[in-house]
T-cell receptor, first 112, second 116 residues
């Protein structure tokens, strides 16, 4: 069965620092991979997705993620975090882009 | 373009009472999903519709939860009777599922349910 693990429940960074949020998945074939962001009281917004091709994908708000098949990972990165990036981030996996299975999320806190 | 609309945003009920949540997806989106997000967890799929047909309801607790999308547009999720463990945010999402489809699900802001 497909599953997603986000090992970090809570991460705190200073504004301007770099960020990496970890995501590991379990799936037999090459999955479809997504990162969503959820601000307080808001729905989820898609940051980026990987279906195939270039393993480094660019998303909105300056985020990028790299698919590493050998490590079953799809980590999210941003070179310089802004205070407005404080939110909860969810990694998700899908067999065919149809039904998403979400990880438990990583809450990002940004200090000025 | 209007997003996914959900109501009510907040609802507090006592256990064994009933509650209903409403979702209006983005116009033209064929697929509609209901997810349950318990505090501290990621969203979990409850039910998926394509037009007015159910595609997947394998994780819907059918003894107490029901959902419908009668005309293939808006949808209602009902819980009767509610239990304490039903306290969660209920998220509705939609997807276009045609040639313009990018695989993205568009989420509403959710309906937060508290069961006392």
């Amino acid at each position: 069965a497909q599953s997603v693990t986000q090992p970090d429940i809570h991460i705190t960074v200073s504004e301007g620092a770099s960020l990496e949020l970890r995501c590991n998945y379990s799936y037999g074939a090459t999955p479809y991979l997504f990162w969503y962001v959820q601000s307080p009281g808001q729905g989820l917004q898609l940051l980026l997705k990987y279906f195939s091709g270039d393993t480094l994908v660019q998303g909105i708000k300056g985020f990028e993620a790299e698919f590493k098949r050998s490590q079953s990972s799809f980590n999210l990165r941003k070179p310089s975090v802004h205070w407005s990036d404080a939110a909860e981030y969810f990694c998700a996996v899908s067999e065919n882009t149809d039904k998403l299975i979400f990880g438990t999320g990583t809450r990002l806190q940004v200090f000025p | 373009e209007a997003g996914v609309a959900q109501s009510p945003r907040y609802k507090i009920i006592e256990k064994r009472q009933s509650v209903a949540f409403w979702c209006n997806p983005i116009s033209g989106h064929a697929t509609l999903y209901w997810y349950q997000q318990i505090l501290g967890q990621g969203p979990k799929l409850l039910i998926q519709f394509q037009n007015n047909g159910v595609v997947d309801d394998s994780q819907l607790p059918k003894d107490r939860f029901s959902a419908e999308r009668l005309k293939g547009v808006d949808s209602t999720l009902k819980i009767q009777p509610a239990k304490l463990e039903d306290s969660a945010v209920y998220l509705c999402a939609s997807r276009i599922l045609d040639r313009a489809d990018t695989g993205e699900l568009f989420f509403g802001e959710g309906s937060r349910l508290t069961v006392l």
